[in-house]
């Protein structure tokens, strides 16, 4: 019996995992969820000798169905490769009492490149059981981060385009290097002259034109979208949860069904909800730790019920988690209402309607198993030189935002629980936060010397991301207006 997929919004659309993945969204504006969570069937000791692509398979295949064996094997194999620079993929260190989860030793040295990797294998595979014939066209909008992590995930991928549009000015100067020199055929660039929510809208205008989705068709594209409320994003990131509980095992550093907590810096809400769907499976985890940075609108959710959005919008040091509308929190409130889609399609009306609602009593107390906080610019600051200062262990901004929340906790809360920290990003794709946090001074560096000191502290090569910019072509100059982006699509595809 396959798994089913339906709505978080209505009851009338069940699909497969693989139809979950091409539609990414519900046509009810709802995000797929599995009809039930699947309980883990590989016993933790086998799991403890497993690699992460074995482990990987093992999680994957409760979820993914009507994939057969040889695709997600094929899938898995072809993201979790030397496109990381370590083997074990995930590694985890131990420092000021915590373990470090690595989720960074991807192609962009940040957490997203743990599901991008695998995205677009699943998407290829899942348009081919669905007897896809079109090209798969992505289009993304990026305020940085998400758009290289995407580029590489798709590059040379047989079957697809990818075309990114960011805000000319509006990211930093290594991450506007690292998408205008990616290589591959299938990758387009374009900057356009207008800031990241131009850039949303224009392509949230381009998924929904009609016109365009026929002249698209006639000429053998689809749209499709990368997006992190897919659940081919969603469910790669349970994955290493799994594995770093078998790898805390494998090295006797806890007990068979020993719990532990994990701490997540949290945006979009994805990773973390990926953490309580491995709970959900069975992983002995007991409190999910919610950090956030000065946008602390889900540390306010979890204390009072209330969600709102209705507030300032805080530019901070860790900017991937700078967000307002947590999309992947849907999910946990279609949960708690019991899965019921009448219940959570009114709250998230309310959300559009009012910026803000409320849970019932009765959901609040279904969240027992979070914990949430958050720190403050000068916090994030102050641990990066802490932890730094202890151990010598170098910590991005997102992760500092986690390592100081956990560190409220243990305070508030005196438990003794081992903890896994999500370390999200490394310190070179965030150097100057990083590094002047250390030490002000740093900031009259530029960003190379200023990678290259970072190096020299902390022992730490300079990963090889970091090094292709430094002297990388650019290949990519398109720049146009906001009102130019459909044609410049157009022109790509040769339309
Ligand atoms: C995207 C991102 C996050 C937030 O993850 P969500 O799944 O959106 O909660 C945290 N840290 C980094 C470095 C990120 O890129």
Do not use: W
């Amino acid at each position: 019996m396959d798994l089913l997929y339906k709505s978080t919004r209505s009851e009338k659309e069940t699909v497969t995992a693989s139809q979950a993945i091409l539609k990414g969204l519900a046509d009810d504006g709802g995000l797929f969820v599995p009809t039930s969570i699947p309980k883990l069937e590989t016993n933790m000791s086998d799991l403890s000798e497993m690699t992460y692509q074995q482990v990987a398979y093992e999680v994957m295949r409760l979820f993914f169905t009507d994939f057969t064996e040889e695709e997600l094997k094929s899938c898995i194999d072809k993201a979790y490769d030397a496109k990381f620079d370590t083997e074990e993929i995930a590694p985890i260190v131990k420092a000021d009492g915590a373990y470090f989860l690595e989720l960074f030793h991807g192609a962009t040295i940040a957490f997203k490149d743990m599901a991008l990797s695998i995205l677009p294998h699943l998407l290829t595979t899942s348009a081919k059981k669905n007897q896809v014939k079109n090209e798969i066209i992505i289009l993304t909008a990026t305020s940085g981060d998400t758009g290289k992590a995407a580029l590489a995930g798709f590059a040379d991928v047989p079957g697809t385009k990818i075309i990114v549009f960011y805000p000319k000015d509006g990211v930093s100067p290594i991450q506007e290097k690292q998408m205008v020199t990616q290589k591959g055929d299938n990758t387009f660039v374009v900057g356009i002259n207008g800031n990241f929510d131009d850039a949303q809208t224009g392509v949230k205008t381009m998924f929904g034109d009609k016109e365009l989705e026929k002249e698209m068709e006639k000429a053998g594209y689809q749209f499709s979208s990368a997006n992190s409320i897919n659940i081919g994003r969603l469910i790669p990131q349970v994955v290493y949860y799994v594995y770093a509980y078998s790898r805390l095992l494998a090295n006797e550093e806890i007990c068979d069904g020993e719990k532990i907590n994990v701490v997540v810096p949290t945006g979009n809400f994805g990773n973390i909800l990926a953490a309580y769907y491995a709970k959900n499976m069975g992983l002995p985890i007991e409190k999910l730790i919610c950090a956030s940075n000065d946008n602390k609108v889900l540390y306010d959710f979890f204390a009072t019920g209330e969600y709102n959005r209705n507030r300032e919008f805080i530019l901070t040091s860790s900017p991937s988690m700078d967000i307002l509308i947590s999309s992947n929190l849907e999910r946990l409130i279609y949960k708690i209402a019991g899965s019921d889609s009448v219940k959570n399609q009114e709250l998230m009306s309310s959300l559009s309607k009012t910026g803000n609602y409320e849970i019932t009593a009765e959901m609040k107390a279904q969240l027992a198993d979070f914990y949430g906080n958050y720190a403050t610019e000068e916090e994030t600051a102050q641990v990066i030189s802490k932890i730094y200062e202890d151990t010598n262990y170098v910590i991005d901004t997102h992760t500092a935002v986690a390592a100081g929340v956990y560190m409220k906790y243990k305070m508030q809360t005196k438990d003794k629980t081992k903890s896994l920290v999500a370390s999200t990003a490394s310190p070179y794709k965030f150097t100057r936060s990083v590094m002047c946090a250390i030490d002000p001074e740093y900031d009259s560096m530029s960003d190379f010397e200023l990678v290259d000191e970072l190096s020299k502290i902390s022992g730490v090569e300079v990963p090889q991301a970091i090094e292709d910019i430094r002297s990388a072509q650019i290949l990519h100059d398109t720049v146009c207006e906001v009102n130019e982006m459909q044609s410049v699509v157009k022109k790509f595809l040769n339309m």
